[in-house]
């Protein structure tokens, strides 16, 4: 098991939970959580009518393109968020993932849901 960092983290826990409030705020613009799986968001469509024209239709279809892209992006980094939190409430945060150093505190302020240290960066 991990020793438990020295540093306060609670800067970066009220960081980290803010930016999931605004991305919640954001998903619920581009989507809606999957009523069949409670952990995942899944992008909506503007209500597309049945005498829609051709042209009509086509935009619509890229405005739902537009807004998947957007949902996947934006899930993506909402996944982060709340990883880093679990692993804050288990003691676990702040580590790399592939040296099991602490990562930089620099690092965790410019990105509280890094997972690496700057070393191990992609």
């Not at 970066?12 to 619920?28: C, D, N, V």
Request: hydrophobic share 35%; with cysteine; charged share 30%.
């Amino acid at each position: 098991m991990m020793m438990h960092m020295t540093r306060n983290i609670s800067a970066l826990q009220a960081a980290l939970e803010e930016e999931r409030a605004l991305l919640e705020k954001e998903l619920q613009s581009v989507g809606r959580i999957n009523p069949e799986n409670p952990e995942d968001w899944e992008p909506t469509a503007d209500e597309v009518t049945e005498t829609a024209e051709q042209e009509s239709l086509a935009s619509e279809i890229t405005d739902f393109e537009d807004r998947s892209a957007i949902e996947f992006e934006l899930e993506e980094r909402y996944n982060d968020i709340k990883r880093a939190l679990r692993d804050i409430a288990a003691g676990t945060y702040g580590y790399c993932n592939v040296c099991n150093q602490e990562i930089e505190e620099d690092r965790l302020h410019a990105n509280p849901a890094a997972t690496t240290c700057k070393a191990h960066l992609g």
